[in-house]
């Protein structure tokens, strides 16, 4: 069943992607992330009461597992602004190839002859993508865009592998629903001392904000998301390798959506990088079973 849900929570974050790009085109970072923040923190806030507040041993925790996905949101979100939809997706992808990477040294997990195909794969469909986006006159090396994505996606792998610690049961076990609760509140707390002391005083020299009604839609996809993946690596069976790869899926929603309403550039070269990817996801997969 762990599965299953992922796959659900893949399909979620395609949408989240997109609703996400819908929302930063031309408008303020800060304030977006802001209200997304505090929009989960009021869908997740019965989990606290719920599952109960914890020790203070328990929420250092799970003040560390907010600061990180904070971090990576932050990064994420001033390169999906900037970056095209189908560069972004892409690139986003090759989490699981550092989440392996990361189970293998922290948990122990085993690297076979497929693993290690995939993760030749995934490097090769990032250097492709390089290529592709030089032609839209984005170099890889240089644009400080580029460099907020890919800190966005060690952060995030960062936090993949920090939520196997957290909610596993041979290591702290804890309860995914006060994990949940504890982590939005504090992500919210975060982002209103962000929003009031940095982008309030400097709100004229920036990009002014303007309300869109897909800014809660990243909300509404982002916490189904979650909790369903949440939900998966409570399973004492579930992997967290196989689970965040199969989360990367949600490439292919996003992709399609920056191709086909978007009407993003250079779609031919990007499917192929795309394809390869997927292909390498697949012998990830394939290399776990």
């Known amino acids: 069943m762990w599965w299953l849900l992922a796959f659900v929570s893949a399909a979620l974050l395609g949408c989240y992607d997109s609703s996400k790009k819908f929302s930063l085109s031309g408008n303020a970072v800060i304030p977006v992330l802001f209200i997304n923040t505090l929009l989960c923190a009021a869908f997740f806030s019965p989990f606290i009461f719920a599952s109960g507040f914890g020790s203070f041993a328990v929420q250092k925790y799970i003040l560390l597992k907010s600061a990180l996905v904070l971090s990576s949101w932050i990064s994420g979100y001033y390169a999906m602004k900037h970056l095209p939809l189908t560069i972004v997706g892409p690139v986003n992808a090759t989490r699981p190839v550092l989440v392996l990477l990361g189970a293998i040294f922290l948990f122990g997990e085993k690297l076979n002859l497929l693993q290690s195909a995939g993760i030749a794969l995934a490097i090769i469909s990032y250097l492709l993508l390089r290529r592709s986006g030089k032609s839209e006159g984005i170099d890889f090396s240089h644009n400080r865009w580029v460099f907020c994505l890919i800190l966005a996606v060690l952060l995030g792998a960062a936090s993949g592998l920090y939520d196997k610690y957290l909610m596993s049961p041979e290591y702290l076990g804890l309860d995914k629903q006060m994990v949940l609760g504890w982590y939005s509140l504090y992500q919210a707390l975060m982002m209103l001392?962000?929003?009031?002391?940095?982008?309030?005083?400097?709100?004229?020299?920036?990009?002014?904000?303007?309300?869109?009604?897909?800014?809660?839609?990243?909300?509404?996809?982002?916490?189904?998301?979650?909790?369903?993946?949440?939900?998966?690596?409570?399973?004492?069976?579930?992997?967290?390798?196989?689970?965040?790869?199969?989360?990367?899926?949600?490439?292919?929603?996003?992709?399609?959506?920056?191709?086909?309403?978007?009407?993003?550039?250079?779609?031919k070269a990007k499917t192929f990088d795309l394809a390869l990817l997927l292909l390498s996801m697949l012998f990830l997969y394939l290399g776990l079973r």
């Not at 990243?218 to 189904?224: A, H, R, Y």
């Not at 069976?237 to 292919?252: E, K, Q, T, W």
């Open 193 to 267: 001392v962000v929003l009031l002391l940095i982008w309030l005083p400097n709100r004229s020299k920036s990009t002014p904000f303007r309300w869109r009604w897909s800014i809660p839609l990243i909300s509404v996809f982002l916490c189904g998301a979650d909790y369903v993946y949440m939900k998966a690596l409570s399973d004492p069976d579930a992997l967290i390798a196989v689970v965040s790869m199969i989360r990367r899926g949600s490439v292919i929603v996003s992709f399609a959506i920056g191709a086909v309403i978007l009407k993003e550039k250079n779609l």
